[in-house]
C-alpha cells in the first residue's frame, strides 16, 4: 500500500489561509468517507483535527475544515496562526484490505 | 478522560524482538480498535496494523506482516505489539490509538525504540 499523496511543505501569512491536499485513489480516500487529518508539533504524538472527511473533534477551532472532491482530500486552514506552524498528515481507509494509509506529511509553516 | 498510557523506552540489539504495551482507560476497552503507528526519527506516520479489541482480530499492514504481533489483554484493558527480527531501521516512535476503521483522536505518548549494537 503507497503513501497517500502530501505537498511536502506549504506556507502562508498570519491570517492567510493555505490548503493541503492529499491524493489516493478509488481504493482510499475516494471510496471511502474515512479521511482524517491530523496535526502534530515536534516531539509530540499526533493530534487528530478533522475526522470523516469533514468533522471537527470537540475543541478544535472551526479555522481547520476539511473536504474531498473524488480521490483528492484537503484540509484548509483559514486566518492562519502561529501555532498552526506544524507537520499535517491525512489519512484514510483502505476497504479493499480493511487496512489504513497515511500520507506523507507536509510542513505548514507561518511565515 | 481517555487515556492511553505506553511502557517506556527500550534499547534492543539487532535481531531481537520488542514488545510495547498500551493500557486504556476512561472508555469500554472491548468497544474500540487498538491501531499501532510508527515514525522513525524525521520520517512521516506509518500504520503498522490493528486490533479490534473486543474480538481480538487483527489487520497488518504488508510492510510488517512477518515481524509483527499485535494481541490484547482485556481484563488489564491493555494491547500489545510485538515486533521481532529488529534491524536499526526499526528505529521509531510507536504509538498506540484508539479509533475504528481508523485511528481517532486519543493516542499514547509514544514509545522509543532504538535498536542499536
Known amino acids: 500500500q503507497s503513501a497517500l499523496t502530501q505537498p511536502p511543505s506549504a506556507s502562508g501569512s498570519p491570517g492567510q489561509s493555505v490548503t493541503i491536499s492529499c491524493t489516493g485513489t478509488r481504493s482510499d480516500v475516494g471510496g471511502y468517507n474515512y479521511v482524517s487529518w491530523f496535526q502534530q508539533h515536534p516531539g509530540k504524538a499526533p493530534k487528530l483535527m478533522i475526522y470523516e472527511v469533514t468533522k471537527r473533534p470537540s475543541g478544535v477551532p472551526d479555522r481547520f475544515s476539511g473536504s474531498k472532491s473524488g480521490n483528492t482530500a484537503s484540509l484548509t486552514v483559514s486566518g492562519l496562526r502561529a501555532e498552526d506552524e506544524a507537520d499535517y498528515y491525512c489519512?484514510?481507509?483502505?476497504?479493499?484490505?480493511?487496512?489504513?494509509?497515511f500520507g506523507g506529511g507536509t510542513k505548514l509553516t507561518v511565515l | 478522560q481517555v487515556q492511553l498510557v505506553q511502557s517506556g523506552t527500550e534499547v534492543k540489539k539487532p535481531g531481537a524482538s520488542v514488545k510495547v504495551s498500551c493500557k486504556a482507560s476512561?472508555?469500554?476497552?472491548?468497544?474500540?480498535?487498538i491501531h499501532w503507528v510508527r515514525q522513525a526519527p524525521g520520517q512521516r506516520l506509518e500504520w503498522m496494523g490493528w486490533i479490534n479489541a473486543g474480538k481480538g482480530n487483527t489487520k497488518y499492514s504488508q510492510k510488517f506482516q512477518a515481524r509483527v504481533t499485535i494481541t490484547r489483554d482485556t481484563s488489564a484493558s491493555t494491547a500489545f505489539m510485538e515486533l521481532s527480527s529488529l534491524i536499526s531501521e526499526d528505529t521509531a516512535v510507536y504509538y498506540c490509538?484508539?479509533?475504528?476503521?481508523?485511528?481517532?483522536?486519543?493516542w499514547g505518548q509514544g514509545t522509543l525504540v532504538t535498536v542499536s549494537s
Open positions: 489519512s484514510s481507509y483502505v476497504g479493499s484490505n480493511n487496512h489504513v494509509v
Open positions: 490509538a484508539r479509533g475504528g476503521p481508523v485511528a481517532g483522536s486519543d
Open positions: 476512561g472508555y469500554t476497552f472491548t468497544s474500540y480498535a
